[in-house]
């Protein structure tokens, strides 16, 4: 049966707000993550993830583990992403730089892809002309050194904004979760929380699946395979420690 609801069009969705011109130095002191959603995360939420993510999560087994757990049901990627993954994920040559990424790249495939943990969003539904809208607005962001930039990477970042945006247009609440600092400002332009792998320890944390230690520690795995934005990497585990005991209800108040 044909759904009778009228399906979300650009003309119903967030308008675009315009990014502001910077210079590369400016460029490379800004991000776009979200800082209305609390350090437990949104449960209610859709997580759909970038690459980077992916492999940061899955560059520890132990991280891997407690990350499916605490977003079993909820776990996206869009086709592009999943597609870069399956790149990522070729046979390296002996003294390949990218050995550590290869082998994140594999275990995502097999830990969290083939058993259904992380599901496909193929983009049946997507909106071509909000999509070029997106990716017009990728291409168009300054080069920073040390940060890849390939088409495929450009199409999985776009693909899984403008899925949030028409998700979040029609009531499904999701939150795109990316290591990448074009990415997050352009989602916070759309209006599209984003959040990064820090943000992933800091919510496994409050979960009570790892403590702060445990969790700098997984910061430092993941981000020997993708990196994230210097100003957003924690300095201690103090930084990703939850202090349940007197700041929970202050985060419920502020956030809820």
Partial sequence: ?????????????????????????????????????PPRGRPDALAYMDTGVLLAVAA???CLEVFCSHYQGRLFAVQTVIEEVRRKAQPAAPGDPE??????????????LIPGILQADGGANLNAELYDSVMLQLSKMPDVANE?????????????????????????????????????????AR???????????????????????????????????SKVPAQECPESAQELACHKADVCAVCSSRFD
């Fill in 191 to 225: 209006e599209v929380a984003a959040r990064n792998f820090r943000h992933v320890l800091r919510e496994l944390v409050c979960a009570g699946q790892v403590d702060e230690t445990k969790a700098f520690q997984l910061f430092s795995d993941g981000y020997q395979v």
């Fill in 60 to 62: 520890s087994p132990e």
């Fill in 99 to 112: 050995r550590l990424v290869r082998i994140a790249a594999r275990l995502v495939l097999a830990r969290m």
């Fill in 148 to 188: 890849t930039h390939h088409a495929l990477k450009n199409a999985g970042e776009a693909m899984s904004i403008t899925a949030c945006i028409q998700n979040n247009a029609e009531g499904k609440k999701s939150i795109f979760f990316t290591n990448d600092r074009s990415a997050s400002l352009v989602a916070q």
């Fill in 1 to 37: 049966m044909t759904d009778p609801r009228p399906r979300a069009t650009p003309l119903v969705m967030n308008r675009r707000r315009s990014i502001p011109s910077f210079s590369e130095q400016q460029f490379a002191r800004s991000v776009g993550f979200a800082r209305d959603v």
